[in-house]
């Protein structure tokens, strides 16, 4: 919140600069360490963080109004991910390491010896969200795979919960001091301007953001340009759409819309995942679920800012023509009321910038259709998205669903079937990204293991003596990691 913001002060000029020169001082001894080595850093800041629970968690709580069981839980999660991010430094294969030997009788002529690898970027500035404290924030997912990846790390911190990062960082900064880490690995600063800055520094070599799509496209466009554009991986929402099928809608129309009403209003609907619109069958008795939704309370929003525009986005959706308010939950306990709204698919298609944009807060919008090629249309029609989901019976694989989740792989980075999306799991399959406006880059992913990946950057060594080359290259492999040499795959 604004007074919260107030009692942290903006980072000078000189104060970034500074921050930028260590960072960059500490880059190639940070990025040059076996990753044994930076795994062990990773698994002493996951266990500082958990010691110092009972300090973080009523500053999440005050800062951000969630509620404690949710703060600890996600808490939990942001140092299950350092832990992760550590297992997979153990294993090696992140590296990508690929062994071309020296070869005379190669088909397209003589083939020098060539080995490729992975190597960090350098250091990243990291934007954190306001509805994340931890697990998206200072210590969020962005850092760990930033870290990992043997980068430093500089997080802007967020004027939501600016005493949380503050503590934060010091808590992260002193654990990888203690482990050995050199000083400018990690930093945090703070300001709107510092933030606009800490982008165009020269020292920057690549940004993570998590946030509004109006804040994240306007650093981005910073980033591109620069006289050295850089790498922005970008965050910046999605609607989440539910395509239900009849077949679906007849077999089990009450525990989808159960599951529906839980997930649009989870964590008063601030999450980056939450389903904003469903398409159901016309006649889809909609009665339990307006009578649940009708009797759940209201909640506080994370900020002034969130709660603001949450507000106009939900006057322009009640304004339309062709929606209807169905229900709206208690105000017992704050103005901030669920609120389910009810539209048709022919009007979705006709006013898709209206109908088919992002609502952040607990508002949902049920489409109602006539024939299941409005499924169809509602998917082609679509922008990019972090999830898609697909409620279906087994006859539907043999009628819409394959249709359906082929366009729906086109439009979003996870495809669900038969779940809700508001459940993020940490793994290493996930992907968590998706076609703009989901995210600003389209390969990447900024949760699961793989997220690393946006921090590091292939190098091939030609010809180099073996002497001079990096352990994880070498014939004898003292790092002991997966390779591929000669085509073939070797995984120790």
């Not at 910046?236 to 159960?258: C, W």
């Not at 997930?263 to 159901?280: A, I, R």
């Amino acid at each position: 919140m604004t007074d919260n913001a107030a009692t942290i002060p903006d980072t000078s000029v000189a104060g970034l600069d500074s921050v930028m020169a260590a960072a960059a001082d500490a880059a190639s001894t940070f990025g040059a360490l076996r990753p044994l080595d930076r795994a062990a850093m990773l698994r002493q800041v996951a266990a500082t963080l958990d010691a110092a629970a009972d300090e973080l968690v009523p500053l999440a709580q005050h800062e951000s109004h969630l509620p404690e069981s949710r703060c600890r839980n996600e808490l939990a999660r942001t140092t299950f991910q350092f832990r992760l991010f550590a297992d997979v430094l153990d294993e090696g294969s992140y590296l990508e390491v690929t062994i071309d030997s020296a070869d005379s009788t190669w088909g397209m002529g003589p083939r020098p010896d060539i080995r490729r690898m992975l190597v960090p970027l350098g250091p990243v500035a990291v934007f954190g969200a306001a509805n994340f404290p931890f697990a998206f924030s200072t210590a969020g997912g962005d850092t760990a795979a930033a870290l990992a990846a043997g980068c430093p790390v500089i997080v802007k911190g967020h004027p939501g919960h600016p005493r949380l990062a503050a503590r934060t960082g010091e808590l992260v900064a002193k654990a990888l001091h203690d482990a050995g880490a050199a000083e400018g690995v990690f930093a945090v600063v703070f300001g709107t301007k510092t933030g606009q800055r800490l982008v165009q520094h020269p020292q920057t070599k690549a940004v993570g953001f998590t946030g509004s799509a109006s804040g994240g496209r306007a650093l981005h466009d910073l980033a591109a340009a620069r006289p050295d554009p850089i790498p922005f991986y970008g965050e910046l929402g999605s609607l989440n759409p539910v395509f239900v099928t009849r077949a679906a809608a007849k077999a089990r129309a009450g525990e989808i819309l159960s599951g529906y009403a839980d997930s649009f209003t989870l964590g008063v609907g601030q999450f980056c995942t939450k389903p904003g619109v469903v398409l159901l069958p016309e006649g889809t008795d909609l009665t339990a679920v307006t009578a649940d939704v009708s009797q759940r309370p209201g909640a506080p929003m994370l900020n002034d800012a969130v709660s603001g525009g949450y507000i106009d986005r939900l006057a322009n959706l009640t304004a339309h023509p062709s929606v209807e308010v169905l229900a709206q939950g208690s105000t017992e306990d704050a103005p901030w009321r669920p609120t389910l709204l009810r539209t048709n698919a022919t009007a979705l298609l006709l006013d898709q910038e209206t109908l088919l944009a992002e609502c952040f807060g607990p508002a949902s919008l049920v489409a109602t259709y006539t024939d299941e090629e409005q499924l169809i249309e509602a998917a082609e029609s679509l922008v990019g998205q972090l999830t898609a989901t697909v409620h279906a019976e087994e006859e539907d694989t043999a009628g819409v669903a394959p249709r359906l989740l082929a366009h729906l792989t086109e439009k979003a980075g996870r495809v669900l079937w038969n779940g809700w999306p508001t459940g993020v799991s940490v793994t290493h399959a996930m992907t968590h990204g998706g076609p703009y406006p989901a995210t600003t880059s389209v390969l990447h992913t900024s949760v699961g293991t793989t997220a690393l990946r946006r921090f590091l950057r292939p190098v091939s060594y030609q010809s180099v003596p073996h002497a001079l080359l990096p352990e994880a290259v070498r014939d004898e492999n003292p790092l002991g990691v997966p390779r591929r040499v000669n085509g073939a795959l070797h995984l120790s």
